[in-house]
């Protein structure tokens, strides 16, 4: 038995946002790497010690970067499912509200990695909290009309 998926228009450009995430995260690994170099922070240590940042600014900026990459992996899963689930009713606005998701991330590292990192949640915190209430809001209603 074939089952068939109906999706509606615009549904890959929702597929293309949550790829574009995703390659923010590869881009942020990126970033804690060159950070970790330049501190010598050793695998697998996951954050530099507080003796060590007490001692070397670069140890510091990679806790910094680790901590703005982590922030995002702990939102992922929400995000990959609100998308998704805002983009069977609301395709175009899934895709805006993710991009605009993925473009706050962007701004949020580079605000924490900077040399103010109390700044990342001016560079782009707005910017994520508002996409990220759209995607929750459409993605429930979206759901509460799928069980009625």
Same mark, same amino acid.
């Given at each position: ?8 228009? @615009? +549904? ?8 574009? $995430? ?11 790497? @060159?950070?970790? #170099? ?9 954050? $530099? #010690?507080?003796? #060590? ?8 900026? +990679?806790?910094?970067?680790?901590? $703005?990459?982590?922030?995002? %992996? ?24 993710? @991009?605009?998701? *993925?473009? &706050? ?6 605000? !924490? *990695? &900077? #040399? ?5 949640? *001016? !560079? ?7 996409? +990220?209430?759209?995607?929750? %809001? ?11």
């Amino acid at each position: 038995m074939v089952t068939h998926i109906v999706l509606p228009t @615009g +549904f890959g450009y929702a597929l293309a946002a949550l790829i574009s $995430a995703v390659w923010v995260v590869v881009w942020q690994i990126v970033v804690v790497n @060159g950070h970790r #170099e330049r501190a010598g922070i050793k695998h697998p240590q996951q954050y $530099a #010690e507080k003796a #060590e940042v007490s001692v070397s600014r670069e140890a510091y900026k +990679f806790n910094c970067a680790q901590r $703005a990459h982590q922030g995002t %992996l702990e939102q992922m899963p929400s995000i990959i499912v609100i998308t998704l689930i805002s983009a069977l009713r609301y395709p175009n606005l899934a895709a805006i509200a993710c @991009g605009a998701w *993925t473009v &706050s991330r962007i701004l949020y590292t580079i605000g !924490y *990695t &900077s #040399e103010a990192p109390e700044k990342r949640n *001016t !560079y782009g915190g707005l910017l994520g909290l508002l996409s +990220f209430l759209t995607l929750l %809001l459409s993605s429930t209603y979206t759901a509460s009309q799928l069980v009625k």
